[in-house]
C-alpha cells in the first residue's frame, strides 16, 4: 500500500473515481469544487487590502465578498491544493520524467519566455472563466456530473479551441 | 467580516482541496507535458481522468438525490454566449499555460517555478475582469432550460437512463483509447 503512494504516477483512471468521490462528497456537504472563484477571491482580497472602498459597486470583487467570510470554502479549498500537490510529490520515490519538453523543443530553454507565457496564458485563463462562470474544476468536473448543460458546452468549446492552438503552438518542428 | 465560517466548513475545505491536489498530482495533470501531450492528442490522461470522474460524481450525485439526502444541484446560470466566449478564451489561455487553474496550483505544488507567473496571472485577469465586471455582469445571467435543468429533468427521463447513457459512452470511450493507444 506504502508503495503504491511512492510510484510516480496512479492509473488515471482510480485518480477520476476518487475525484468523483471527492465530488459527491462535497456535493453532500453542499459544496462544489471549483478553482477559478477562489482564486479570484485572493484578488478581491487584495483590493481590499489596499483599500476597502476601493470595490467598484455591481463589481465581481464585490460578489466574492458579499458572504463577509474572508477563509470560505472556495478560498480554503484553492490554498489547499499546492500542499496536496507537495505531499504527493514528497512521498514518490520513483524517479520522476523531465518536465516541460512539448514547451522547450519550440520555444527553448529560455525562462523569460516561458515566465511570460504562464503570465498572459494565467491573464486568459481566468479572463476566460470568469466571462464563462467557472474553469475545467468547476464546469466541467462539478457542472459536467450534475449534467448541467452549459458546462457540457463549456467543456466541448475548450477543447474545441484548445487543440488547434496547441497544434498551431506545439507541433512538432519539422 | 468573518474570517472563518464554521469550523466543520473550514476543516473540510482545506482536507478536500489537499485531497484534490495530491490527486491531480498522482494523476500527472499537474505536469505541463500531460496536458499538452493530451491537447496534441498524444496522451489521454486528462480525459481519462476527467470523463471518469464526471461518470463516478454524477452516480455519486444522483444516487444522493434519490436516497432522501437531497442536496440543492448549482447548475451554472451564465448565459450561454459568455460560456462559449469564455470557453474559448480559456481554451487559448490554457494551451498557452499548459494548465487549467487547479492544475497549475497542484504544479506550484510540485515546484512548478514557471506556475509562480501563472498565479500572478490569474490574479491579475482577476483584477482586468474586475474592472470591467460592474457594466458586464448584468447581462451575464440566463435562466432559460439550458441553466435550470440537468438532462435528466430536460429529457423527462430517468437519472438512470442519462448515467447509464453517461456509463456506456464511457466504456466506448475507454475502449476506443485503448485502440489508439496500442498503435
Known amino acids: ?174 | 467580516m468573518e474570517l472563518f465560517s464554521t469550523a466543520s466548513t473550514t476543516v473540510f475545505a482545506l482536507v478536500a482541496g489537499f485531497i484534490f491536489g495530491f490527486l491531480l498530482r498522482k494523476g500527472s495533470v499537474s505536469r505541463f507535458d500531460t496536458i499538452i501531450g493530451q491537447l496534441l492528442l498524444k496522451d489521454f490522461t486528462v480525459m481519462k481522468v476527467m470523463f471518469t470522474a464526471i461518470v463516478v460524481g454524477s452516480i455519486g450525485i444522483f444516487a444522493l438525490n434519490e436516497t432522501g439526502h437531497l442536496p440543492t444541484f448549482h447548475l451554472s446560470t451564465t448565459a450561454t454566449f459568455y460560456v462559449i466566449i469564455g470557453a474559448a478564451i480559456f481554451g487559448v489561455g490554457m494551451s498557452i499555460t499548459g494548465y487549467c487553474p487547479g492544475t497549475a496550483l497542484a504544479a506550484l505544488g510540485e515546484g512548478a517555478k514557471d506556475m509562480i507567473f501563472g498565479l500572478l496571472g490569474l490574479l491579475s485577469g482577476a483584477f482586468l475582469f474586475n474592472a470591467y465586471s460592474p457594466s458586464l455582469l448584468p447581462g451575464m445571467q440566463q435562466k432559460d432550460l439550458l441553466h435550470t435543468e440537468t438532462l435528466s429533468t430536460l429529457l423527462g427521463v430517468s437519472p438512470v437512463v442519462i448515467i447509464g447513457g453517461l456509463a456506456l459512452i464511457w466504456i466506448l470511450f475507454v475502449l476506443a483509447v485503448r485502440k489508439i493507444e496500442s498503435v
Open chain 1, 1 to 174: 500500500m506504502i508503495r503504491y503512494f511512492q510510484k510516480d504516477k496512479w492509473s488515471p483512471y482510480l485518480v477520476g473515481a476518487l475525484i468523483g468521490l471527492l465530488l459527491t462528497l462535497c456535493f453532500a456537504a453542499g459544496q462544489l469544487i471549483g478553482a477559478s472563484s477562489g482564486i479570484a477571491k485572493i484578488s478581491a482580497l487584495i483590493e481590499m487590502g489596499i483599500s476597502s472602498t476601493a470595490i467598484q459597486k455591481g463589481s465581481l470583487f464585490e460578489k466574492l465578498l458579499s458572504n463577509q467570510i474572508i477563509f470560505d470554502w472556495k478560498l480554503l479549498f484553492v490554498l489547499a491544493i499546492p500542499f496536496g500537490s507537495w505531499a504527493a510529490t514528497r512521498l514518490t520515490k520513483e524517479p520522476t520524467p523531465k518536465k516541460n519538453l512539448y514547451w522547450a523543443r519550440r520555444f527553448g530553454t529560455s525562462r523569460f519566455k516561458r515566465f511570460i507565457a504562464a503570465f498572459i496564458g494565467g491573464c486568459l485563463l481566468m479572463i476566460g472563466a470568469r466571462l464563462a462562470g467557472g474553469c475545467t474544476s468547476g464546469h466541467a468536473i462539478s457542472g459536467g456530473a450534475q449534467t448541467s448543460i452549459v458546462s457540457w458546452i463549456f467543456m466541448i468549446v475548450l477543447f474545441a479551441t484548445a487543440i488547434p492552438v496547441s497544434f498551431l503552438l506545439y507541433k512538432k518542428p519539422n
